[in-house]
């Protein structure tokens, strides 16, 4: 009964939505970000993605196998090109890689040590996602972007928090000392690291940084 609660609200929503998303726009005002949020007290989606925060700073406790599944098949089933699903997805728990990979990162980078609060490279999620690319598609980047926002929104509305990391995929890329940990996600030939996620329960409650809602624009 919840769920047709639920999905009669998305619908609702949806209609109430639709004549505002079209190009000539009907001579109506777009809704304004306050506005927008206003309606997450009423759909659980516009909620999750109006409240989601990149979160920076983490709790030891890691999480569960079962529920990075629930997020990994969310992140799968984005759309994406021709169906092509041209992504490589490797999961990191194993603390022995993350802090081994982060001792490397250290010894280049001995001032981030410096910071009490520092445990790990990787915001000091328990958990990471690596994501590849296909090399040889042309779009294949925008379906894992695709992809890690299914999974960051997943996660969210899970009460499990998250951070898009390009920093340590470069780290991993170009440093010699790295290559082992490289190696180590197997990662397909033809694909290439693009960026990965940090994932665990989050220590720490950011405010919303503003959105500019002017470079949106409803072609007449």
Do not use: H
């Not at 009964?1 to 998303?21: D, I």
């Not at 001032?111 to 520092?118: C, G, L, R, V, W």
């Not at 490289?182 to 919303?208: H, M, Q, S, T, V």
């Amino acid at each position: 009964m919840r769920k047709s609660m639920r999905k009669l609200k998305s619908m609702a929503m949806a209609a109430l939505l639709f004549p505002l998303a079209g190009c000539g726009g009907g001579g109506q005002q777009a809704r304004t970000i306050a506005e927008t949020e206003q309606e997450s007290a009423d759909n659980q989606v516009i909620e999750t993605i109006m409240t989601r925060r990149s979160i920076r700073q983490y709790k030891p406790q890691a999480v569960d196998r079962d529920t990075m599944q629930i997020i990994l098949n969310c992140g799968i089933n984005a759309p994406n090109g021709q169906n092509k699903q041209s992504w490589a997805i490797r999961v990191v728990d194993n603390p022995e890689y993350i802090n081994g990979i982060t001792e490397v990162y250290k010894k280049k980078n001995p001032k981030a040590a410096e910071d009490p609060s520092f445990k790990n490279m990787f915001r000091n999620a328990p958990t990471v996602v690596f994501i590849a690319s296909d090399k040889s598609y042309d779009f294949s980047q925008v379906d894992c972007g695709l992809l890690g926002e299914n999974m960051v929104l997943s996660a969210w509305s899970m009460g499990i928090g998250s951070c898009c990391l390009g920093s340590p995929t470069r780290f991993m890329q170009t440093e010699p000392e790295a290559a082992d940990y490289l190696k180590r996600l197997n990662i397909p030939e033809g694909y290439e690291l693009l960026y990965c996620i940090a994932f665990g329960y989050p220590d720490e409650a950011p405010a919303a940084k503003p959105r500019d809602a002017a470079k949106i624009m409803f072609v007449e």
